[in-house]
């Protein structure tokens, strides 16, 4: 990346008329000196004290040169995810006709600086299976997300990052992946009975003593015959949701192939990157799909099985002569046993 160096000396004097006539004398001169400092704390590869001096100078005069330092420190120190929004920023201002020309110099070097950062930038799609379907927030470097960035790629800073994924009676062990520049991952998050939970039904067991077990016991059997319901009908929709993603990824690699048969064997360096674009959207579409096709089966299996315990919720045989039919499940083994 080229980078071009603009008088930063000087940007706040030409400003100064075009910026908002609240602004005192006193904030544009503290501005300009802020941004001197900023510019020399950056050519010394001071990158962190250049961020923090163009930030305080953007802050008291709105300028697209401080936008454009502090990206470029960002850069510089890895901070992708900042460098790219404030690269944004810059190419989305909208200039009046007679703008400085620093200020036109800064928005045009934005404009092809952003590629280089756009090529850099990692991505991550976090995947989440297991039960419970509802109720899950999931972390990254102990950062809680919004639950609509699950599922999505995102873009990350390179390096190491940890995430994990809770819910009320379930939890995740902690993943942790590697991202270098460029690169494109997906973190499989497996929720699992958390042991908090798993003490506390323990406990409560034994608490009951001598209390009849025949009052509680139709209203657990009924709970656990609602819960199959919709964990079956939950793992339903993944498996037709990750059906969807896997057909579109062949669709999509189909795509790709059409474009290079049609290029041919002599196919030019210029044609290529929008042939590996589709690719890449091939390849995200395949592993969303992979992911939810796993989360739904597991939904599905845990639905079943479930299901297969709410039958042996039932009277025992001092309450009734009947017969009783009780699931067996095993490490790699499933049947009934019952007395009749």
């Given at each position: 990346?080229?980078?071009?160096f603009?008088?930063?000396?000087?940007?706040?004097?030409?400003?100064?008329?075009?910026?908002?006539?609240?602004?005192?004398?006193?904030?544009?001169?503290?501005?300009?000196?802020?941004?001197?400092?900023?510019?020399?704390?950056?050519?010394?590869?001071?990158?962190?004290?250049a961020?923090?001096?163009f930030?305080?100078?953007?802050?008291?005069?709105?300028?697209?040169?401080?936008?454009?330092?502090?990206?470029?420190?960002?850069?510089?120190?890895?901070?992708?995810?900042?460098?790219?929004?404030?690269?944004?920023?810059?190419?989305?201002?909208?200039?009046?006709?007679?703008?400085?020309?620093?200020?036109?110099?800064?928005?045009?070097?934005?404009?092809?600086?952003?590629?280089?950062?756009?090529?850099?930038?990692?991505?991550?799609?976090?995947?989440?299976q297991?039960?419970?379907?509802?109720?899950?927030?999931?972390q990254?470097?102990?950062?809680?997300?919004?639950?609509?960035?699950?599922?999505?790629?995102?873009?990350?800073?390179?390096?190491?990052?940890?995430?994990?994924?809770?819910?009320?009676?379930?939890?995740?062990?902690?993943?942790?992946?590697?991202?270098?520049?460029?690169?494109?991952?997906?973190?499989?998050?497996?929720?699992?009975?958390?042991?908090?939970?798993?003490?506390?039904?323990?406990?409560?067991?034994?608490?009951?003593?001598?209390?009849?077990?025949?009052?509680?016991?139709?209203?657990?059997?009924?709970?656990?015959?609602?819960?199959?319901?919709?964990?079956?009908?939950?793992?339903?929709?993944?498996?037709?949701?990750?059906?969807?993603?896997?057909?579109?990824?062949?669709?999509?690699?189909?795509?790709?192939?059409?474009?290079?048969?049609?290029?041919?064997?002599?196919?030019p360096?210029?044609?290529?990157?929008?042939?590996?674009?589709?690719?890449?959207?091939?390849?995200?579409?395949?592993?969303?799909?992979?992911?939810?096709?796993v989360?739904?089966?597991?939904?599905?299996?845990t639905?079943?099985?479930?299901?297969?315990?709410?039958?042996?919720?039932?009277?025992?045989?001092?309450?009734?002569?009947?017969?009783?039919?009780?699931?067996?499940?095993?490490?790699?083994?499933?049947?009934?046993?019952?007395?009749?």
């Amino acid at each position: 990346m080229r980078t071009i160096f603009f008088p930063v000396a000087g940007i706040l004097w030409i400003l100064a008329p075009a910026t908002a006539v609240a602004q005192t004398d006193m904030e544009r001169a503290a501005a300009r000196e802020t941004a001197d400092a900023g510019r020399i704390q950056f050519e010394a590869g001071r990158y962190a004290e250049a961020i923090d001096s163009f930030s305080r100078a953007q802050q008291l005069v709105a300028a697209p040169p401080h936008l454009l330092y502090m990206a470029r420190a960002q850069a510089k120190l890895g901070r992708l995810v900042e460098a790219h929004e404030n690269y944004l920023k810059i190419t989305r201002e909208s200039l009046p006709p007679k703008a400085p020309k620093p200020f036109v110099d800064a928005v045009n070097a934005a404009e092809r600086e952003l590629e280089a950062v756009d090529a850099r930038l990692p991505y991550v799609t976090i995947a989440v299976q297991g039960a419970p379907a509802t109720g899950v927030s999931v972390q990254m470097d102990g950062v809680t997300l919004p639950s609509a960035m699950i599922g999505i790629p995102l873009p990350v800073d390179p390096g190491t990052h940890a995430f994990e994924a809770s819910g009320a009676s379930a939890r995740s062990a902690p993943v942790t992946v590697t991202l270098s520049e460029g690169a494109k991952e997906t973190v499989m998050l497996t929720l699992r009975a958390s042991k908090s939970s798993a003490a506390g039904a323990s406990g409560a067991t034994s608490l009951t003593g001598d209390q009849p077990v025949s009052d509680s016991a139709p209203s657990s059997g009924m709970a656990l015959r609602v819960a199959s319901y919709v964990t079956i009908g939950v793992g339903a929709v993944g498996l037709g949701v990750g059906t969807y993603f896997l057909v579109k990824s062949s669709n999509t690699r189909q795509t790709a192939d059409n474009m290079y048969d049609e290029c041919g064997p002599d196919c030019p360096e210029s044609e290529k990157p929008p042939i590996d674009a589709i690719d890449a959207d091939a390849n995200r579409q395949r592993n969303i799909g992979i992911g939810v096709v796993v989360a739904g089966g597991v939904a599905a299996i845990t639905g079943v099985t479930l299901l297969l315990v709410s039958a042996s919720n039932r009277p025992t045989p001092a309450q009734s002569s009947g017969p009783r039919v009780t699931p067996v499940i095993g490490l790699g083994s499933l049947g009934l046993r019952g007395t009749f």
